[in-house]
């Protein structure tokens, strides 16, 4: 059985941090990209993240760079993303993604900046 189980979300101020994992079982998770994701209310989901399937290239969305930071461990079969210098604008439910020849994803997390 594939699952993907975010957490680390919660309420934070502007200009704090939180960090946000994501739990996979039930594959070959090595094998596969992995990706974060956003929405907010109202608007469609984004790409926030991505992480090659060995680790070895990553790529952010602009209005993450560099705030925001993608990792993982294979060894844990997790995968990160670090995030610095929240702004309001980054409330959104983060999911996480894995890609390969199919995809799977977790059910969110909610991460809300405010002060």
């Known amino acids: 059985q594939v699952q993907l189980v975010e957490s680390g979300g919660g309420l934070v101020q502007p200009g704090g941090s939180l960090r946000l994992s994501c739990a996979a079982s039930g594959f070959t998770f090595s094998m596969y990209a992995m990706r974060w994701y956003r929405q907010a209310p109202g608007k469609e989901r984004e790409l926030v993240a991505g992480?090659?399937?060995?680790?070895?290239?990553?790529s952010y969305a602009d209005s993450v760079k560099g705030r925001f930071t993608i990792s993982r461990d294979n060894a844990q079969n997790t995968v990160y993303l670090q995030m610095n210098s929240l702004k309001p604008e980054d409330t959104a439910v983060y999911y996480c993604?894995?890609?390969?020849?199919?995809?799977?994803w977790g059910q969110g997390t909610q991460v809300t900046v405010s002060s």
């Open positions: 993604n894995a890609v390969r020849q199919v995809n799977y």
């Open positions: 992480i090659a399937n060995f680790g070895g290239s990553t």
